[in-house]
DNA sequence: ATAATAGTTTAACATTTGTTAAATAATATT
DNA sequence: AATATTATTTAACAAATGTTAAACTATTAT
């Protein structure tokens, strides 16, 4: 297992539990390569999330309605998991929709083939503890920032962090995701560009 | 195992994995009780966090310093588990203070022993995500509060879920829980009164 | 190339939240 | 009981963000 394609995913794996090349092998076997459209739907609301993805390339929203209006509360970077949790962990249908902003690649593996590996091998098992562990973190860091940052600040941090995300989304679910309208946006960078 | 100390701690875990009795004896004999006054610290900046704690009774607050002042990013909620998880995971040094907001017993386990229970017992390492997971998912609902409701929403809505916990922590807590000032807070409960 | 659509900015005004400072109330300590 | 400490409220003013509506710009589809 090691064309280009698997490249990112298994550097990002073995940030978290060391597996040999066999080991890899198990999990090539359940992989589905997804490649997504600008604005194609992974997640449809009201559908059972039975698939994870690891985006290999491109950028996916996940959003819902609140009071009509879509609001976006992730955008996930490069190289990262997503899934609708709530759904995928307790297969009920999904409130969450996850859409992809720009053109997507996705490395996917559904929800009982994962099962069947957390349940064959440990080491997998630890692995999905581990990534989970990780969001939570930076899960955490993000209510921080809500709580003692300024709008300003947490796009400040954004444009470090991410300066290739806030080139190529929208500003408007760069706005939800900074918990501010797009309005407030524009007239904040506005004033920064001096 | 059954003393009635152990009563929700054995609730909690079963919500996600089932154990039976002589499965949980392994649990027991690796549990520390350990009471805290009021104020008392349970994790200290700068110290590296060995122990997990469920709260049995009483209410823990998770924080740290923001330009000198003290922020409250935390409330845990009664009969949930607690740690300074950045630290807890990687074994370095916390820039998390846990301390108790009420007189609190904790039902504690230590980094070494829970991960001897992880690499000896599946089920243990199955639980461990579970709970992460779910831990997970309500740091994400967290977020859509912040991004899509306003504070007085944020405050309705936990004055509903945990009534109790407004009651016994003073509200300059809740008012970092939040994400406003103590003094943001008073004038919106005025508001509220009639 | 033109028209349609999507994305971004601008501006005036409204609302929410922050800041500072003080007063009041409740609780703990001597 | 008196005093000190901690918690909460109040108020005036400042700053940040929301709202509404429109203009402008870039991108996509015909």
Redesign the interface.
């Known amino acids: 297992m090691n064309p280009e394609i698997f490249e990112n995913i298994i550097k990002f794996i073995n940030q978290f539990v060391d597996f040999k090349e066999e080991e890899l092998i198990a999990l090539q076997n359940k992989i589905e390569i997804v490649q997504l459209k600008k604005n194609e739907i992974f997640i449809q609301e009201g559908e059972i999330a039975d698939r994870i993805a690891f985006t290999n390339k491109g950028y996916l929203k996940v959003y ?1 309605y ?1 009071e009509g209006e879509e ?1 976006t ?2 955008i996930t970077p490069l190289h990262s998991f997503a899934t609708a ?2 759904s995928f ?1 307790s297969q009920t249908p999904s409130f969450e929709i996850i859409s992809a902003i720009t053109d997507c690649e996705l490395i996917t593996i559904n929800k009982s083939d994962l099962e069947y590996l ?2 064959s091998f ?1 080491k997998w ?2 692995l ?3 990534i ?6 930076e ?2 860091r ?3 920032s ?3 940052e300024t709008a300003e600040t947490r796009y400040k941090k954004l444009l470090k962090q991410y300066p290739d995300m806030i080139r190529d989304v929208p500003l408007k679910y760069i706005a ?2 900074l ?1 501010i309208k797009l309005q407030s946006l524009s007239r904040l960078r506005k004033s920064l560009e001096w």
């Open positions: 819902y609140h609001i509360r992730d949790l709530p962990v957390y349940s440990p098992e630890r999905g503890r581990r989970i562990e990780e969001m939570f973190v899960s955490q993000r209510i921080y809500f709580i003692t939800d995701f918990g």
